[in-house]
């Protein structure tokens, strides 16, 4: 052998040289990127189905709790999702006063305030003059 000799050429048919390696190699990884792409375009091509499909089931379970009656006091009501943490308390759920509740409250205390200066003016003057 020489020193500027090539070395010898391994055959396709006993095994395989490294550019062919390298070129399996390439086209596995170019199926695997074509699957993976394929997979990607049918993902957003059923995305619109599957958001609508959500929206929907989202749509009648919303429905469904609404839906959802119970008897109280011999009446048909909605239950109030808010009163479910009272439920083990026993008493019923202050509701929130209406505003002329309110006012009709303070109007009473009022009253019952200038009846109650009345009643002591009243014992004042009889107490002081008798």
């Not at 993902?43 to 919303?62: G, M, N, S, T, W």
């Not at 709790?65 to 009163?83: E, L, W």
């Amino acid at each position: 052998m020489s020193l500027f000799s090539k070395p010898p050429r391994k055959s396709a048919a006993t095994g395989t040289t490294p550019l062919t390696a390298k070129q399996r190699a390439l086209l596995e990884e170019e199926q695997r990127v074509k699957a993976e792409m394929e997979r990607c375009t049918r993902l957003v091509e059923d995305a619109p189905q599957r958001a609508e499909k959500i929206r929907r089931e989202q749509r009648e379970e919303l429905l469904r709790r609404a839906a959802m009656t119970h008897k109280g006091m011999g009446s048909v009501r909605i239950i109030d999702p808010r009163g479910i943490l009272e439920v083990n308390v026993g008493a019923p759920a202050q509701q929130k006063r209406l505003r002329a509740e309110r006012r009709q409250g303070r109007l009473m205390f009022f009253v019952l305030l200038l009846a109650l200066a009345g009643a002591i003016l009243y014992l004042y003057y009889t107490v002081t003059r008798g």
